[in-house]
Each structure stands twice: as C-alpha cells, then as structure tokens.
C-alpha cells in the first residue's frame, strides 16, 4: 500500500544529543513537510522540500536540520541547539500542483528529551 | 505571518447532535481549505476540503460553509457520533503549496 513511513515512532533523547527522525513515501508525491505538533499549538512548519536537492525553512527552523537527496525520503534532525525537543513530528507529502493538492501524514514520531 | 483562527478550543456534543467549528483567516491569496481529523497518537487524515469558488460542500454527516467575502468557513458535523471524537484542524494552503493550520477543536460526542 502506498503511504507514508515515519520511524521510529517513540525515541528518547539525552539533552545534548542529535536524533534523526525517518520518512519514506512511497506516493511518487514531489513535495515533503515536516510539522511540529504541541498541545493548543496546531501543527507548526519545520521545513519543507517541493523538490530533490532542495528544501526551504518553514516557521520554526532553528534547532533542526533536514536533507533531500531521494524524492522518497526526507530525514529530520533534532540538533542539541533545539531548546525544547519535546513533541510529536509529522512528516507529510502532496502532489503541489496536481491533483486535490491533499497533504498526506504519517503516523508520527513522539520525541521526549530525557 | 499568515494565520487561521480557529474556535472553539474544545467542544462537547451529545450523540445526534450537530457539531460546528469555525475558522477565519486573513490572507486572501489561500486557494484551498481542507479539514484535517486526528484520533490521539495518530496522523491527521483528511476530512473533507473546499475551494474559494464554492460556498458549500457536503460528503455523507460533514459540510463545509465558505464565505469569501468574510474569510471565514465551517465544519458542521451532523448526527455526531462518539466515534467521531477527535481534534480537528482547518487549514488554508497559498500558492506557494504551503499550508497554514489551525490551532485545533478537540470534539467530544457523548454516548
């Protein structure tokens, strides 16, 4: 089935420590986000890519770092200089200019910083 | 920065009943507002979307009201269902394919 793959789906994290968040689309879709969920808070724009090789800073970038260099994938890293990791990570994807324009999810990462 | 307003923050409705949830936003270069349904631990999952060009849309218990002049739009779920207790979200993408969302109604139907 054709989807999006986020792992892991819990990861616990030293203060200090760099983690890497997976995600795999197996959707042919062309543009890939990553959102920062926190309770009230909606969901928040980490950074997004519309194409390989390329990605833009969404609203809150500082502290993360993502890479682009397979259409199915887009890793986030959580560096040591986000100040407060604590939250649930989507990942998404959508055709930008074909189709409804839907933004498919996964299922999330919870990260808590120990 | 661009914005969707959403309200209420939570709401509680008795099983038959109709559940509304509204939103407002500013920015007039929004081409497509969708609804987004998400059950604790889970993905959002799409409800229900609408374009600027038409005022309303129905599919099954969920409708979507549009009012462009107002900039605003809502959710009206009829004859809620406990299974239909989750947080839902509006949002409003530009077209720059980027999305904006709201803040979250967390709905509850009771039994």
């Known amino acids: 089935d054709g989807g999006i793959t986020q792992s892991p789906k819990y990861l616990f994290r030293k203060e200090g420590q760099n983690v890497t968040l997976s995600c795999e689309q197996n959707l042919n879709h062309d543009a890939m986000y990553w959102y920062r969920q926190d309770p009230g808070q909606g969901l928040r724009l980490i950074y997004y890519s519309q194409i390989v090789n390329d990605f833009q800073k969404g609203d809150i970038a500082e502290g993360y770092s993502v890479s682009r260099e397979k259409k199915e994938s887009f890793p986030l890293t959580v560096t040591s200089a986000q100040k407060n990791p604590t939250a649930f990570y989507l990942c998404?994807?959508?055709?930008?200019?074909?189709?409804?324009?839907?933004?498919?999810f996964g299922e999330g990462s919870r990260l808590t910083v120990l | 920065q661009q914005q969707v307003k959403q309200s209420p923050q939570s709401l509680i409705v008795q099983k038959g009943g109709i559940s509304i949830i509204n939103c407002a936003y500013e920015n007039t270069a929004f081409d497509y507002f969708p609804w987004y349904q998400q059950f604790p631990g889970k993905g959002p999952a799409l409800l229900i979307a609408i374009r600027p060009d038409v005022s309303e849309k129905k599919e099954g218990r969920f409708t979507i009201s549009f009012n462009k002049s107002a900039k605003q739009f809502s959710l009206h779920i009829m004859d809620s269902q406990p299974g239909d207790s989750a947080t839902y979200f509006c949002a409003a993408r530009d077209y720059g394919q980027n999305f904006v969302f709201g803040p979250g109604t967390r709905l509850s139907v009771l039994p």
């Open positions: 998404a994807s959508t055709f930008p200019s074909r189709g409804t324009g839907e933004l498919f």
